[in-house]
């Protein structure tokens, strides 16, 4: 438990998978989170935040609900993460973790981690099949491919591709082991990513 409470994880993006993913770790016992993300109106079906959140910001807000629920300061940064600002809102990380919806977030944590050598994991749904590429593996969608997770997210997907981020980050930061991997709902499976 000495392990993770000083082990430092930033997560990219606090939609339905960062502000699900945050939780899960700061509920197994992390204590140096930080969460990144901009204002925007999402689907609350798949995220934790309430009707009177719309439009708020969600970093923000999710920290102060940690805070409430388990004593956890999450130092949240409510801006959209660029090339510009990706050393500032990345330094000292011991690991990120990317779940934005967009190319432009990726691009600048993949760049960031790259060229300061630290692990990052980019987490990516599909209608009934996730994937959790390790940025050495990830390839950053073209801006063609960007979207609003407008869609109607399966929860069931989401909470399980949450709790496997969570058992490979947890793994990484006691053992160092890093970890490529796909997980489809029809199945429940959890499989190594093929590259």
Do not use: W
Request: proline content about 3%; charged content about 20%.
């Amino acid at each position: 438990m000495s392990l993770l409470k000083n082990f430092s994880v930033t997560v990219c993006g606090a939609g339905a998978l960062g502000a699900n993913i945050t939780e899960s770790l700061a509920r197994s016992g992390f204590c140096q989170l930080r969460v990144i993300d901009r204002i925007e109106k999402r689907n609350l079906s798949t995220q934790p935040y309430y009707r009177s959140d719309i439009g708020a910001f969600k970093a923000k807000i999710l920290a102060n609900n940690l805070y409430r629920a388990l004593s956890v300061s999450i130092d949240a940064h409510s801006k959209e993460l660029t090339r510009a600002n990706a050393d500032r809102l990345l330094a000292n990380s011991a690991v990120a973790i990317d779940t934005f919806d967009n190319s432009v977030g990726p691009q600048a944590v993949k760049d960031y981690c790259t060229r300061v050598s630290i692990p990052c994991l980019h987490v990516r749904l599909a209608a009934d099949y996730s994937e959790i590429i390790l940025n050495q593996h990830y390839r950053v969608p073209s801006a063609a491919n960007d979207r609003v997770c407008d869609y109607p997210l399966a929860r069931n997907l989401v909470m399980l591709t949450v709790a496997v981020v969570c058992k490979v980050i947890v793994t990484f930061a006691a053992t160092k082991v890093q970890q490529n991997l796909t997980c489809t709902i029809g199945d429940f499976a959890v499989q190594p990513l093929i590259l």
